[in-house]
Nanobody, 124 residues
C-alpha cells in the first residue's frame, strides 16, 4: 500500500515562505512522477507543480512560477515544494500525488496516489 504524508504547512504572513515535504512509502518513489496540487473553497483542485523521476524536468502553474520550486530526494523517498513570496491567494490545502507516467501530468485524475493534504494559510 502506497502512503504519502505531507508536512510543513501552517500560517504565514504575506511575503513569507514555507517548505512542504511529502514522504512516500510502499512503492518505488524513484521511478514516479510527483505533483503538488492545491484546493481552496469554491475552486477545483488545481495543479501547482510537477517533477519527473530523474529529475530532469519540472513544470509550474503560471500563478506560482518564479515563487515556488519543486524538488525531490529519491534517496530519502521525499519530495519538496519550496514556496516563497507567498500571497493570500495561495491559501489552500496542498496535496502531493504520484503517477508512474514518464511525462509530467497536470490533471488530478492522472495521478494514482494522494496524500492527506496540509493546510497553508497566508494572511494579508
Amino acid at each position: 500500500q502506497v502512503q504519502l504524508v505531507e508536512s510543513g504547512g501552517g500560517l504565514v504572513q504575506a511575503g513569507g515562505s514555507l517548505r512542504l515535504s511529502c514522504t512516500v512509502s510502499g512503492r518505488a518513489f524513484s521511478t514516479s512522477t510527483m505533483g503538488w496540487f492545491r484546493h481552496s473553497p469554491g475552486k477545483e483542485r488545481e495543479f501547482v507543480a510537477g517533477i519527473n523521476w530523474n529529475p530532469t524536468s519540472s513544470a509550474y502553474a503560471d500563478a506560482v512560477k518564479g515563487r515556488f520550486t519543486i524538488s525531490r530526494d529519491n534517496a530519502k523517498n521525499t519530495g519538496y515544494l519550496q514556496m516563497n513570496s507567498l500571497k493570500p491567494e495561495d491559501t489552500a490545502v496542498y496535496y502531493c500525488a504520484l503517477t508512474y507516467t514518464r511525462v509530467i501530468r497536470t490533471a488530478p485524475h492522472e495521478y494514482d496516489y494522494w496524500g492527506q493534504g496540509t493546510q497553508v494559510t497566508v494572511s494579508s
